[in-house]
């Protein structure tokens, strides 16, 4: 079971932190802190493991235990951003296009202000 103990702090604090999120809309501070709540939950649910959930068997030791549970936290954090990012990818790219279209029209501009004054 001391391979699932990693996916299982990982999928607690990730479940944990979007219904927090989602109580939480309106509030940029709680939002701005999320990384670091999600790290001191994991490390909170490791150490937790380790003394109550001996059969998971985290770590060997109180300190290797929050470490891990505070990474697990932290991978929680990762895996929300990366699905938020590749969500989001077509709004990405039509603002790339609409920058490269915004930068080809300002070089056209310089073209023909140099020609103009030639």
């Known amino acids: 079971m001391e391979f699932a103990s990693v996916p299982i702090i990982v999928t607690i604090v990730f479940v944990t932190m979007n219904l927090l999120k ?9 939002i ?40 697990s936290g ?9 699905i938020k990012q590749l969500s989001c990818k077509s709004k990405v790219d039509d603002t790339t296009n609409e920058q490269e279209t915004t930068i080809v029209d300002t070089e056209n501009s310089q073209k023909d202000d140099t020609t103009k004054t030639d």
């Open 32 to 71: 701005k802190y999320v990384p670091i709540i999600s790290a001191g939950l994991g490390a909170v649910i490791g150490v937790l493991c380790f003394f109550f959930a001996p059969e998971i068997n985290i770590a060997d030791n109180f300190l290797a235990a929050f470490v891990i549970g505070g990474a």
């Open 74 to 82: 932290l991978a929680a954090t990762g895996t929300s951003q990366a």
């Open 22 to 30: 989602r109580t939480a809309t309106n509030c940029e501070k709680f």
